[in-house]
């Protein structure tokens, strides 16, 4: 009789999940939880299923693409331009949910799913360069965002300092002088949002103008509730802002919606601007002033350095890549 996880779960009264970590070599699993698993491994015979262990020595045509929130329009959008991208190679592309949890980010750097996939691009929010450092047993990957730069695998991403200066710099050029901010965050997590803030600074202090913490909202999410409170929470002080720069398209519509509900106009008493150039911002009222990254050729990028790690796994150091974006004029600014 041919055991299966299952059998060995039940006999360690463990859960089939926690056998499967173990067989699969990962660390994270208390010394007596393991000793438990093991003996039971050992007093059925359990072996593995060696189809799914060759896969790691051939190829699945299956990559994965993991990104914090796919609810969020961007890595929507961007998921959709990776698809296309892996379709050019005939790769299928397996999408995972982190919701930048640490402990789910770890399982992906990790490789509890190498045996399924041939590589991965990966974009985390909790993890550092260390949690990231690669095995030659695990599966190639590709990082986006800001999160880990220089790191242990090649990485694209924009320049989200001179694109941030270069919005708020436009706000400026509109004649607008009380410039607020919605999004900013000062976790670890929070290094998109740092960066931007950045950007905002910088513009505001080339152009002479202060930089008024009073107008600088935080926000720990970046939905479109978010944004609307936190435009709720500028026009309560009194103080009122004569334009926003959002950290993402998302907070802006939210930004837009509270404005509306004040009454104001916009852009003629507060300008909106967002980031991320997602299509919901081309049919909001107004349509939105955005960053747009060029979303398409950061997929294409990822893919190609993708498939030539896979080509090559011990060739050149990781690369890192920088992608393009537009700032894309809309009526809101």
């Known amino acids: 009789m041919r055991h299966r996880l299952k059998d060995v779960a ?32 050992a007093a059925l015979e359990y072996r593995p299923n060696l189809s799914a262990r060759n896969l790691r020595r051939g190829r699945t045509g299956i990559i994965a693409l993991a990104v914090p929130e796919i609810g969020l329009p961007y ?17 299928t592309v397996l999408i995972d949910q982190t919701n930048g949890s640490a402990e789910q980010e770890r399982m992906v750097a990790l490789g509890i799913r190498d045996h399924l996939i041939d590589g991965i691009i990966f974009s985390p929010l909790a993890l550092t360069a260390a949690d990231l450092a690669t095995g030659s ?50 976790t670890a997590e929070g290094v998109t949002a740092r960066l931007r803030l950045a950007g905002y600074t910088a513009a505001l202090t080339a152009a002479g103008l202060p930089v008024d ?17 936190g435009m709720r929470a500028l026009l309560a002080t009194g103080t009122r802002p004569d334009a926003v720069f959002c950290f993402n398209d ?5 930004a837009l919606r509270a404005l509306h509900e004040a009454g104001l106009r916009v852009p ?26 060029d979303k398409e050729r950061l997929a294409q ?21 920088l992608v393009d974006y537009e700032l894309r004029r809309g009526e809101s600014a």
Do not use: C
């Open 213 to 229: 913490e009073t107008l600088i909202v935080p926000a720990s999410a970046w939905h479109r509730t978010d944004g609307a409170a």
């Open 10 to 41: 039940e006999r360690a009264g463990v859960s089939v999940k926690t056998v499967s970590n173990v067989v699969n070599g990962y660390p994270h699993v208390r010394p007596d939880t393991r000793a438990k698993v093991e003996e039971a491994i």
């Open 137 to 186: 047993e695990r599966a190639p990957m590709v990082l986006l965002g800001e999160r880990v730069h220089h790191g242990p695998a090649d990485h694209v991403a924009i320049d989200n300092v001179a694109a941030a200066r270069d919005m708020t710099a436009h706000l400026i050029a509109l004649g607008r002088r009380r410039i607020a901010a919605i999004g900013a965050q000062h």
């Open 301 to 321: 990028v990822a893919v190609e350095l993708l498939a030539a790690r896979l080509a090559d796994p011990d060739g050149a150091p990781p690369q890192e890549r």
């Open 75 to 91: 890595f929507a959008e961007l998921a959709r331009h990776v698809v296309d991208a892996a379709a050019e190679h005939d790769w």
């Open 250 to 254: 998302t907070l802006a519509l939210g």
């Open 268 to 293: 003629d008493d507060v300008a909106v601007a967002g980031f991320d150039g997602i299509e919901d911002g081309r049919f909001s009222v107004p349509t939105l002033t955005t960053i747009a990254p």
